[in-house]
Every structure is written in structure tokens, then in C-alpha cells.
T-cell receptor
Framework: DTEVTQTPKHLVMGMTNKKSLKCEQH?????MYWYKQKAKKPPELMFV???????INESVPSRFSPECPNSSLLNLHLHALQPEDSALYLC?????????????FGDGTRLSIL | DAKTTQPNSMESNEEEPVHLPCNHS???????IHWYRQLPSQGPEYVIH???SNVNNRMASLAIAEDRKSSTLILHRATLRDAAVYYC????????????FGKGTKLSVIP
């Protein structure tokens, strides 16, 4: 069991749909992250939120829109995705954004775009 | 970002120690060395981290070379549950903590 909860675990959507991925943590962490992981590849950082403010956007296309409504919640809004966006989307959190802070990961949402 | 080099795969017998190497010759003086692992169908899991000195925790030990250009993750007694991809990561970023994952080492544990 992980302390970072991601919902849904699986999502299938068409290219014209709008959906959202949700991530929740109750460890009091003030940094939260979204990663994308393609099959048999390492995770790649997408976004970093620090104290509910977006601090890093790794040149992610605008069809991915992150949101951090409060310190415990992180959403990823999806719109007009492409088949190549099919991947495992991982959320993580850490106490802060110092270089020594371990990150705690959820088990991800497996997204399939039809 | 400091680049890491790890073997693609390694094998170990169950209940034997495992030494997973990582080279990071371009590491800078304030970069931390982190190890994460990813079991099948799960998100990555933090294992251990260090700066200059060797580190121990309940999961593993981290041995860091004196020049910091390489490190070794040591699992003292491999179990079947330790079969995973192990990532050696050098932290980067001046203001925020970013994990740049390399390809990692896939560890197989033989019963």
C-alpha cells in the first residue's frame, strides 16, 4: 500500500474526451509531482508543484493541464489527447523540494487513448 | 544534470548479497545520490540516498566512493520481493528537487 493515492487506476478515453486524473496525499507534504512513464521506459518528469504553485513545467503540451487545489490534492486535466499519450501517469510527493527529500510515489493511472 | 551509468540487468540468488553499481563521474559537489526501485505494476519506491558518507537503512546500504564518481547499492540478503528495476539518480536543479531517471538495472532474483 502506498501513501499517495491515485484515481482512477485505469482510464480509457477517446481523443475528443475530457478527463481528469486525481492524486491525494495526507502526509503534509508541500511538493507534488506528475511523471509520465511509457512501457519499458523510465519515468519522465512533467510538472512540479511547490506550496501549491507550479514551479516546473517540463515543456509539456497544453493538452495536459495540472491543478493543485490544496496541499493534499493534485489533478491532471486531460483534453484532446493523442494515441502517443497512452502511458502510466505517476504522481509523487515530498516534504519539500530540497535535493535530499525522498519522493513518495503512487502506483499510477494507466491511460489508454483510443 | 549528472549522467548515470548502470548495467542493464543483473541476477542474484535468493538470500545472497547483491551489489548494484552506478557510475556518475560528472556529479557536482552538492548533488545527492538517490536510489529508487520499481517493482512490476507499481510506482517507484525510495530506497536510500546519500551525499558523501556511506549510509545504511532497513532496506539497504549505500557505499559511496571517496571521489564520489561511483556508488554501490547493497542489498544484504536478496529476496524474491527484491526483483525490480533499480534506478540510481543524481539530484539536480538549483531551486527544486528533480529526479531524472536513467534506464536503471533490472534485478532478477533466482530462487
Amino acid at each position: 500500500d502506498t501513501e499517495v493515492t491515485q484515481t482512477p487506476k485505469h482510464l480509457v478515453m477517446g481523443m475528443t474526451n475530457k478527463k481528469s486524473l486525481k492524486c491525494e496525499q495526507h502526509m503534509g507534504h508541500r511538493a507534488m509531482y506528475w511523471y509520465k512513464q511509457k512501457a519499458k521506459k523510465p519515468p519522465e518528469l512533467m510538472f512540479v508543484y511547490s506550496y501549491e504553485k507550479l514551479s516546473i513545467n517540463e515543456s509539456v503540451p497544453s493538452r495536459f493541464s495540472p491543478e493543485c487545489p490544496n496541499s493534499s490534492l493534485l489533478n491532471l486535466h486531460l483534453h484532446a489527447l493523442q494515441p502517443e499519450d497512452s502511458a502510466l501517469y505517476l504522481c509523487a510527493s515530498s516534504r519539500g523540494t530540497g535535493r535530499y527529500q525522498p519522493q513518495h510515489f503512487g502506483d499510477g493511472t494507466r491511460l489508454s487513448i483510443l | 544534470d549528472a549522467k548515470t551509468t548502470q548495467p542493464n540487468s543483473m541476477e542474484s540468488n535468493e538470500e545472497e548479497p547483491v551489489h548494484l553499481p552506478c557510475n556518475h563521474s560528472t556529479i557536482s559537489g552538492t548533488d545527492y545520490i538517490h536510489w529508487y526501485r520499481q517493482l512490476p505494476s507499481q510506482g517507484p519506491e525510495y530506497v536510500i540516498h546519500g551525499l558523501t558518507s556511506n549510509v545504511n537503512n532497513r532496506m539497504a546500504s549505500l557505499a559511496i566512493a571517496e571521489d564520489r564518481k561511483s556508488s554501490t547499492l547493497i542489498l544484504h540478503r536478496a529476496t524474491l520481493r527484491d526483483a525490480a528495476v533499480y534506478y540510481c539518480i543524481i539530484s539536480s536543479g538549483a531551486g527544486s528537487y528533480q529526479l531524472t531517471f536513467g534506464k536503471g538495472t533490472k534485478l532478477s532474483v533466482i530462487p
